[in-house]
């Protein structure tokens, strides 16, 4: 989700629930959505040496540079017109300002925020159970402490079963895809180990190892065996300890939904 400036609405009755502040409706790609105000950090206003008139600061954003505009809206005063006293100054004042809040959450049709709802999915991060929300590629499971704890479980868009995280593939630089030249990518199957191109799904070139010699077959399944122990996929597993297997198709089942305070 984006945080668009431009075009803020009211979202009158619905408070913050990470920081307290009233929320607003944003747009993004996707449409309107509920956000923080704290997002948006009120401006300090700055008189920097060699400048003439009042100048707006706002908070640098992440490893940025704070902005210094006119307060009549024209281009921003470059950085390096700063005196080195006024860069020091500016960026202390940039630091000391209140950080963004940046809650955001998707909405219904009525323009109440679509509350993430917790499964029986144990998150094989932090053990915490995971908990269903839909992002822009669909439905997903993530830890309640997403997106600090980054691993997801997506979902079949269709059918909802999780689709189980597996053993990356190995890139193989110097065999090259008979069709595009790309390198090709070792990966496993229900069939065995196969190559397909590292460019799928732009090219869906899957060049047979029929005719490979035997010891060609066999220096790849020993590098796929050692990729395997190197980069082993976690293990899902529900809260009653179940083990999660491909052929489970297994649909999470939904325990309630995520209270929100404030
Ligand atoms: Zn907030
Ligand atoms: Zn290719």
Redesign the pocket.
Known sequence: MTHARAEMQPAPGHKCPQCGSDCCYRFGKNGRFLSCTGYDVPPAAVEPEGHDGVYLLYKAKGKARPKIIPKDGADKLGWKSLTKKDQAAFQQLSDAMPERCKYAAPIDAEGDPILPKVTDIVCPIDGEQMQLRTGRFGPFLSSPNYPDVKFVLNLDPRKGFIKLPKTPPIPLEKQE?P??K?PLYLRDGKRGLWLG?S?FPK?R?RPSMKDFDPKRKEALQKAWDKHQADNPAPEIRTRDGRLLTDEDKYVPQIIGEVEQGG
């Open positions: 895809c069709k595009c790309a191109c460019t090219c070139a």
